[in-house]
């Protein structure tokens, strides 16, 4: 079992940074991939990024490559969404997943998820 608890988010100007962070509990955060989905109001979730449990892999939704970089770092059970040039076409609520079998874009591949955190870009 794996509580992932997602922290950083907030009301920024379109252009800013930003920086989220989800850190896991329990001993097991460097066996599983991570990953950060949105979902804005009236829309279904959406893959945003992934890692593999080495983070030697990411992969990123079309949308925010060469925008958003997605790290982790396994000593303090924390995977990161660094954001920049945010857009207001970016404004939702930002989960981070857990996936036990790989790093994915499918939301189906993903175990445990946090309770998200609320990104507002303003134009």
């Known amino acids: 079992q794996v509580q992932l608890v997602e922290s950083g988010g907030g009301l920024v100007q379109a252009g800013d940074s930003l920086r989220l962070s989800c850190t896991a509990s329990?001993?097991?955060?460097?066996?599983?991939?991570m990953g950060w989905f949105r979902q804005a109001p009236g829309k279904e979730r959406e893959f945003v990024a992934a890692?593999?449990?080495?983070?030697?892999?990411?992969s990123y939704a079309d949308s925010v490559k060469g925008r958003f970089t997605i790290s982790r770092d396994n000593a303090k059970n924390t995977v990161y969404l660094q954001m920049n040039s945010l857009k207001p076409e970016d404004t939702a609520v930002y989960y981070c997943?857990?996936?036990?079998?790989?790093?994915?874009?499918?939301?189906?591949?993903?175990?445990?998820w946090g309770p998200g955190t609320q990104i507002t870009v303003s134009s």
């Open positions: 890692i593999s449990w080495s983070g030697r892999n990411t």
């Open positions: 329990g001993r097991l955060f460097s066996t599983y991939a």
């Open positions: 997943g857990a996936s036990i079998l790989r790093y994915s874009s499918r939301l189906s591949d993903y175990n445990y």
